[in-house]
């Protein structure tokens, strides 16, 4: 009953959405140029943000257009690192040391050559913006990139680091942008073009309506066989459902905030009328309630907190009602087929009375005649934050509000815009917040290692009472390249945050794709950020 309510609700809020948007119409004649009875070519997907942005050594652009654009050294799959620019490496024995034999007779988009000065002067960028970057910590290990030859990079670590591989892997920053467009020999104060090595090019970008992709003919794997690739900017819901059912879009997917463009009952109409395909990834995140352990004015600084809140959510009706059971309910952090993952932790499923006895037993009394619970005066009372865009972070922190009502438990919405919420994040302003880790090509290690960040989860972590032997373990198992001591260390750091209750589970989220009947070669990178459009064809 809740569902339907919500997305009625968040139907008449798109339809007035759509009604203000008068210029809609203006935008699909600049992207869709399809005439009547002429088979579609050309992929215009819908997305909730412009592109913004595209300097792949910052972080304000779109992942999926970057995805599209740029490419790294090395690719990360679901068989382990695999060559991309980079045929071939070899490490050095102390771990140190990775020499990288690159790909001959690639080019950039304007024509210029990629070779090792190419590589080592995007490096070196992304190197001397150090500040940017800390998040990967990579970037604190690097000493120094050395050219070798015109086809030989060597990459050289102050100490051995075993995500180095990994990490290069990543959409952004180890990326490499064509010379041509740099900035004074750098770019972190803006670049002249966006020229990369990927298979498709951007050509034509007007902010907040559309940009325009078209094939790169001279792509080293080949030229892609749909020409061209138009991402239009639409708001979420109705008006995106209504622009697929007119054909001005043809294609949506989760985006890299973890946001579908239309609910999963829209899907399901859209699939049934024949004229589109439904197609979901692996599980590729979890989605998540972050805690503030470190607030010591908050009520959820107190672990019985936590996990009483654990305990009051149903994790089996919100994927029944929200996701049409289409995502899994989550029991930890991360879902089992994420590496080094697959550890044996406390379960704890949904139990209000469970709940309440944990609150009371912590001195959290619920009076005779009050709504509310108290310990030593002071109200349970507790704010959490949202994704405003994201209708499933609005539904899911609705059907938690009204749970927590039944234990005593006052909670306080208030959705705000993506960036807000990561600014909260980093400052420790707030006691709960909704997120979703990092995805599957980043974890563990890279949502791990923001445990240590203050741009990231510090004060998620900082607060717990093995704060200092959780950090400890971090810092080691970014070293370690014994398989039997990594796992260890993963079990122990994992089983940490998992007792403390600083990461609440929900769902175990996937990229969900909606494409004509007659697109072909549809498949998903070992990431929630990129999509390989190259490989698809109409049939």
């Not at 009953?1 to 997305?7: C, G, H, V």
């Not at 697959?342 to 949904?350: M, S």
């Amino acid at each position: 009953m809740l569902n339907k309510k919500f997305i009625s609700l968040a139907l008449l809020l798109a339809i007035a959405l759509a009604g203000c948007s008068s210029n809609s119409s203006d935008r699909s004649d600049n992207t869709n140029t399809k005439k009547a009875g002429e088979p579609t070519q050309e992929l215009v997907y819908a997305t909730a943000k412009d592109i913004n942005d595209m300097n792949p050594h910052l972080y304000q652009g779109s992942m999926p257009a970057q995805g599209m654009v740029y490419e790294s050294l090395v690719e990360n799959t679901a068989d382990g690192i695999k060559p991309a620019l980079a045929e071939s490496w070899e490490i050095s024995k102390d771990g140190k040391t990775y020499t990288f034999h690159l790909r001959k007779n690639v080019t950039f988009h304007d024509g210029a050559p990629f070779n090792a000065q190419a590589v080592k002067k995007n490096i070196d960028a992304v190197q001397n913006n150090a500040s940017k970057h800390t998040w990967i910590k990579l970037s604190s290990k690097l000493a120094v990139t050395k050219v070798m030859d015109e086809h030989t990079v060597q990459l050289v670590l102050s100490e051995p680091y075993y995500p180095t591989l990994l990490e290069l892997s990543m959409t952004r920053p180890y990326v490499f942008l064509s010379p041509n467009d740099f900035r004074n020999g750098q770019t972190k104060n803006g670049v002249n073009g966006y020229h990369g090595t990927g298979p498709y090019k951007l050509t034509e970008h007007k902010t907040d309506q559309y940009a325009i992709f078209e094939a790169n003919e001279n792509y080293w794997k080949g030229a892609p066989r749909i020409k061209k690739i138009t991402a239009k900017v639409l708001p979420t819901g109705e008006t995106t459902y209504l622009a697929l059912q007119k054909g001005e879009v043809n294609f949506v997917f989760t985006d890299d905030r973890g946001t579908d463009s239309v609910d999963v009952e829209a899907m399901n109409t859209l699939a049934d009328s024949g004229k589109y395909q439904i197609v979901r990834s692996e599980p590729m995140n979890t989605k998540m309630i972050v805690a503030n352990s470190s607030r010591s004015v908050s009520p959820v600084a107190d672990k019985a907190v936590r996990e009483a809140i654990w305990y009051s959510i149903d994790r089996g009706t919100i994927s029944k009602e929200l996701f049409n059971g289409k995502e899994s309910p989550a029991e930890s952090l991360f879902s089992s087929n994420v590496h080094y993952a697959n550890v044996d932790l406390k379960k704890r499923g949904y139990n209000l009375e469970e709940a309440k006895k944990l609150l009371d037993h912590a001195g959290w009394i619920l009076n005779k005649g009050d709504e509310i619970r108290k310990k030593d005066n002071h109200e349970l009372k507790i704010s959490l934050y949202y994704d405003v865009n994201s209708s499933s972070q609005k539904a899911e922190a609705e059907m938690l509000q009204n749970t927590l009502t039944n234990i005593g438990i006052h909670l306080e919405l208030f959705g705000e815009e993506s960036t807000s919420v990561a600014k909260r994040r980093a400052t420790g302003d707030y006691d709960l917040l909704l997120n979703q880790t990092w995805g599957l090509a980043y974890d563990p290690q890279s949502t791990i290692a923001s445990f240590t960040s203050q741009a990231a989860y510090y004060h998620t972590t900082s607060g717990v009472t093995k704060a200092d032997e959780l950090y400890k373990k971090i810092d080691e198992v970014m070293i370690i390249s014994n398989e039997e001591t990594l796992r260890s260390l993963y079990k122990d750091i994992l089983t940490i945050v998992h007792d403390e209750a600083v990461f609440i589970p929900i769902t175990n989220g996937s990229v969900t794709i909606i494409a004509p009947s007659n697109l072909k070669g549809i498949s998903f990178k070992h990431t929630q950020f990129e999509l390989p459009f190259e490989k698809m064809y109409f049939e």
